[in-house]
């Protein structure tokens, strides 16, 4: 009967749904023969060879090599066609906007930076966002039209009542109400816009600490203190996309900051922002404090104090007194939200190691009834750009790898 293709139980549903589950095999395993194929899905070998030769002659699958190391001829491999579709990332921060393009394999093939200096931007946000794009696409070999979908990660949230950026005024040019519109219209392909600690948490839940776990917040310390709160599985915005703006939050041994949206800061950043720790090394008798960046001084003096043993050094003082500040404010996300999971990111965290987490890790279980573990988080390369680029081809892939059309 027309119209009941797409019916759950009928043939083409059924196939499909082998279809993606040989794909998402490939892309775990890597090239695969079809007997392995068919033990891993429970499906026959006539079967398997059917799903291999549709899924070739959709340009979805290719035959590589062979098995090796066994008797007689080798078996014919099969893996996924990286070049079926691209995808794309971009992580924007007030300084530069970081690009880079993946196959649908999720190996970045291409990558970008735009220097983006000085508080006004240089050129319009959009020109920008598009240079940073092809600059990315153009190191990959490829032209724009071959990327399927982009996602662009950026501080604060755009409030999805009034496509405003909000919780970000430190981000020139990206305030217009009319950006998104304008970004649509200058780009050919599907865009989303995500926080960037958001994108951090989706790296660590697909690659890295917070894998097969459904509950759980990272706390990120950077440019800026923020969280973000994965809870049954799904990202937490909140009503205006503000969820996880933790550096707002009043907290005790700060002073209480009011009219935060209007000074861009709170109690919790004040408190434990990564710009606070040359003053707090200082304030506790660390002479060698280094200059630079604030992100990348902070970075230095918690990987320094990660170092130090001797509970009179200075170093290991400032270890313990960030520890107390970080376990402050994350005592009330932890009491509010019961989190199986805490992942510390964020340069200003993960500098600090094992000895920072279990510094944090007993404050916590004294400032919070609920005990959650906490881990420093494993995606340290560009954690925002890997994210965006993550969440660009799970949807991506949902829309390629979907043979039941």
């Not at 395993?29 to 499906?43: A, C, F, N, V």
């Not at 000074?263 to 304030?283: D, H, N, P």
């Not at 995606?379 to 750009?385: A, Q, S």
């Amino acid at each position: 009967m027309a119209g009941t293709a797409g019916t759950p139980g009928t043939p083409r549903v059924l196939r499909a749904m082998n279809d993606r589950a040989a794909l998402d095999l490939l892309l775990e395993h890597g090239p695969l023969s079809r007997t392995r194929i068919g033990k891993l899905t429970g499906l026959s070998k006539p079967t398997a060879s059917q799903l291999l030769a549709r899924l070739e002659a959709a340009g979805l699958v290719l035959a590589g090599g062979t098995t090796e190391g066994r008797p007689g001829p080798g078996a014919q491999l099969y893996e996924v066609n990286p070049a079926a579709a691209y995808a794309a990332g971009l992580d924007v921060s007030p300084d530069r906007i970081l690009a880079a393009v993946a196959d649908v394999t999720g190996r970045t093939v291409g990558r970008y930076e735009l220097p983006t200096p000085g508080r006004r931007p240089a050129a319009p946000v959009v020109q920008q966002v598009t240079d940073a794009l092809d600059g990315a696409v153009k190191a990959a070999g490829l032209d724009r039209s071959a990327v399927h979908r982009v996602v662009i990660g950026t501080p604060g949230a755009f409030d999805p009542g009034t496509g405003r950026l909000r919780y970000a005024s430190h981000l020139p040019g990206w305030h217009s109400p009319t950006l998104l519109d304008e970004l649509a219209a200058a780009l050919p392909m599907p865009v989303e816009y995500e926080n960037d600690v958001n994108l951090a948490a989706v790296a660590e839940q697909r690659l890295g600490a917070a894998r097969d776990h459904e509950d759980f917040v990272l706390l990120w310390n950077q440019e800026g203190l923020g969280a973000a709160l994965v809870l049954g599985g799904r990202l937490h915005r909140g009503w205006t996309g503000g969820a996880g703006e933790v550096g707002f939050l009043p907290v005790p041994g700060a002073p209480l900051v009011r009219k935060v949206s209007r000074t861009g800061s709170g109690g919790f950043q004040e408190l434990a922002g990564s710009q606070a720790l040359a003053g707090l090394a200082r304030e506790l008798g660390v002479n060698d404090v280094p200059s630079g960046p604030y992100t990348e001084v902070a970075a230095a003096l918690v990987a320094r104090a990660a170092r130090a043993e001797d509970d009179d050094d200075p170093h290991r003082r400032l270890l313990q007194t960030y520890a107390t500040r970080l376990a402050t404010g994350l005592a009330s996300l932890v009491s509010v939200l019961d989190p199986e999971l805490v992942v510390l990111s964020g340069t200003s965290l993960t500098a600090g190691g094992e000895a920072l987490r279990d510094l944090v890790r007993d404050e916590l279980e004294e400032l919070a009834a609920s005990r959650p573990r906490l881990a420093v988080g494993d995606v340290t390369e560009h954690p925002v750009l890997r994210g965006a680029l993550e969440s660009a081809l799970a949807t991506t892939r949902d829309e390629v790898f979907d043979t039941s059309r």
